[in-house]
């Protein structure tokens, strides 16, 4: 989720071991927010590990969110690895998510793929926002992405997801990305979407159609029961779509990741939003 991710054994200096091991980095990083009792948010655990940093920024708002920045250690995800964040939210409380830079998802010396295991928890009052940089699949890669979310009846999460197929110039990698969402216990949506090498069809005119990013934003909140959210067009390959939820779903395709963004942060409007965590650091 992150840019430049991290790796396998690594020396203080953050660089890769570079002993052959036959296998890539394991590693599993860990955020839990909670509300304080004084109307803002704590951040009881923040245990980033290996190209997992956790880092606190400063919030511009009210104060009542806290805002975390996932910042990359080391390259990855490269073949082999296997990386796992897991974000708790707990009753009452709001956390907004970023990273400082896209994630680079890069062929290793491993001929297994990668892997990157993401599970949410959102318990009742509570509200994240999930809002990493894209993802991008390099030429040779090979990432199996998982997205787990399980909410509360009166949970509220905007999540976005962006993926680049190829850097300037090159053929992208094989991705696989999955989202399961849970809501009070029931399914909400569960979508996997393959592409590059291997994948059938990925790039017709029925799936991207020549396009080199896709996305989505998922907006759930429990204001979507009396008024939800209409289908539109947001543009010509971008779509809002309700979900029994209750929820909206923006799904689009771009032909790079500006135009791509623009047309994601157009659905942000399907819910009012809190006041924008920067991604820097505070001095």
Do not use: K
């Amino acid at each position: 989720m992150t840019g430049t991710l991290g790796a396998t054994a690594t020396t203080g200096t953050g660089v890769r071991d570079t002993a052959p091991t036959g296998t890539g980095v394991r590693a599993t990083a860990r955020l839990v927010a909670a509300a304080d009792g004084r109307g803002g948010t704590a951040l009881p655990v923040l245990a980033g590990d290996g190209p997992l940093a956790l880092r606190r920024t400063r919030a511009t708002g009210d104060g009542g969110e806290a805002c975390v920045t996932v910042v990359g250690a080391m390259s990855a995800p490269l073949g082999g690895d296997r990386i796992a964040l897991t974000a708790t939210v707990g009753p009452g409380a709001r956390l907004r998510v970023g990273s400082a830079a896209a994630t680079l998802a890069l062929p290793g010396r491993c001929a297994e793929p990668a892997h990157y295991a993401i599970r949410l928890t959102v318990a009742d009052g509570a509200t994240l926002d999930w809002l990493p940089e894209p993802l991008i699949s390099a030429h040779g890669s090979d990432l199996r992405m998982t997205t787990t979310v399980e909410l509360a009846a009166t949970a509220r999460l905007v999540l976005r997801e962006e993926q680049i197929l190829g850097r300037s110039g090159e053929q992208p990698g094989r991705l696989t990305s999955r989202l399961t969402v849970h809501r009070a216990g029931r399914p909400l949506l569960d979508q996997e979407l393959s592409y590059g090498p291997g994948a059938p069809g990925w790039d017709g005119g029925a799936v991207l159609g020549g396009h080199r990013a896709a996305g989505q934003l998922l907006v759930v909140d429990p204001a979507f029961d009396s008024e939800p959210v209409p289908p539109r067009l947001l543009a010509d390959t971008a779509v809002i779509t309700p979900l029994t939820g209750p929820a909206a779903l923006v799904s689009a395709v771009a032909t790079d990741g500006l135009r791509l963004r623009r047309m994601l942060d157009e659905g942000l409007s399907a819910r009012p939003r809190p006041e924008r965590c920067p991604v820097r650091t505070p001095a």
